[in-house]
């Protein structure tokens, strides 16, 4: 009798110990277009410890991937992407358990930061092998942008690929590709001849001190300011895939406003696979509301500019992305950059450098998107007319998005 007692309160132990939740995803596509890689993401708090998930549509597994934001080793969220057609809707099956080992799918994603490590002999000119995650330096630290080897974190997805500088500035660098690839792992933004000469890109835009694509900024009252003065700045990566990369830049102690109390600043970049667009997320460590902050993107020389007035602002322009005129040629990029209505206070004028918008964050966060194409790309866009064209509908989706509900 205690034997049988024993096995019972056995299988009740594992039972317990080995618990999974099975939920009903359902993604409804409003739009009158079909959509494809629809970032489904799933708050996992509701569900207790999940250690592994399986997702499938029809009894098919789907990709999926969890992540830990806040790096305590506990998964925060579940993301998937969708296939919809206009007005199509689709149920997923998620099973979350609380035992096993993550899934592992095909990469579609990829995020990568890399010390600087020239004195190797051994390593090709363009290629280093010092990785890390994560990153912090002093904010009195002399020169920061060269201590990584391509100056800050950089991600991509099959569509674009950007780094973001490891200064003051934190501006947004772009790599312009020709076909759907990843490229990063081996090019690491410097594309040598013989890769070149297989259908990779390269660094398709000079930013100077300019906004870059959407870097975020202060605001003096007349024009932004650079992240600085800082206690510290740090870069890291928090996912790598596979079919989205995270990464974050965190500024503490940032005297934003001469007048006002440092902050304390995260900026958090999302990139999905199958997107060319970019998700940045601004989060304070206390209410800012009172503060002003600006955004925008580079007036690519000569470029063609465009405003909807309601938050999306767009240039096309050619320029070449080195101040070495012998050794690159000029490339042609579209620009973008959506900002909500309820974050802007003003659109500024175009100046010599940038189409500005000044922000206000009402409250301790907000989130904009930045978006952008090369005329080198195969599978984009290749006029001003094109460009803006799409981005009209890019915007309806952004502010239509999927409907998700969970059973």
Not at 207 to 230: I, S
């Amino acid at each position: 009798m205690k034997r049988i007692q024993s096995l019972l309160m056995l299988a009740l132990l594992s039972t317990t110990l080995f618990a999974s939740r099975t939920i009903t995803v359902t993604v409804t596509n409003p739009s009158s277009t079909s959509r494809t890689d629809v970032p489904v993401v799933i708050a996992l708090t509701p569900y207790g410890e999940v250690c592994s998930a399986l997702v499938t549509l029809s009894g098919q597994e789907i990709p999926c991937q969890l992540d830990d934001l806040n790096q305590d080793e506990t998964f925060d969220e579940l993301c998937f992407l969708a296939n919809l057609d206009k007005k199509e809707t689709k149920r997923y099956t998620v099973e979350l358990m609380d035992q096993g080992e993550l899934r592992t799918y095909p990469a579609r994603v990829y995020a990568e930061m890399v010390l600087s490590n020239s004195k190797d002999k051994k390593l090709k000119k363009h290629q280093q092998n010092n990785y890390i995650e994560s990153l912090t330096a002093r904010g009195d630290a002399a020169y920061t942008y060269n201590i990584q080897h391509h100056h800050g974190v950089d991600f991509e997805s099959e569509l674009n690929g950007i780094r973001i500088y490891f200064d003051a500035r934190q501006t947004l660098d772009l790599y312009g590709k020709f076909n759907k690839q990843l490229e990063l792992k081996e090019t690491q933004f410097y594309t040598p001849a013989d890769l070149k000469e297989k259908g990779y890109g390269d660094d398709v835009l000079w930013v100077g001190q300019t906004f870059g694509l959407g870097a975020f900024r202060g605001w003096d009252g007349q024009k932004p300011t650079l992240v600085e003065p800082v206690r510290s700045r740090t870069q890291r990566v928090i996912s790598y895939g596979p079919l989205r990369a995270i990464v974050e830049v965190v500024d503490r102690g940032w005297k934003a406003d001469a007048t006002k109390a440092p902050v304390n600043m995260t900026l958090r970049y999302t990139q999905y696979a199958g997107h060319r667009d970019t998700d940045v997320d601004v989060m304070f460590n206390h209410n800012v509301s009172d503060y002003r902050f600006s955004t925008g993107i580079i007036n690519v020389k000569g470029s063609e500019e465009f405003s909807d007035k309601k938050g999306l602002r767009a240039c096309w322009g050619t320029d070449y992305p080195s101040t070495d005129t012998l050794n690159w040629k000029r490339e042609t990029v579209g620009l973008a950059v959506y900002v909500p209505q309820q974050n802007i206070v003003s659109e500024e004028p175009a100046n010599k450098d940038n189409y500005a918008y000044v922000l206000k964050v009402n409250g301790d966060r907000m989130a904009y998107k930045v978006t952008y194409t090369s005329a080198n790309e195969s599978f984009g866009y290749h006029s001003a007319k094109e460009w803006f064209n799409y981005l009209k509908q890019w915007k309806k989706e952004v502010e239509q998005p999927v409907k998700i509900t969970i059973q």
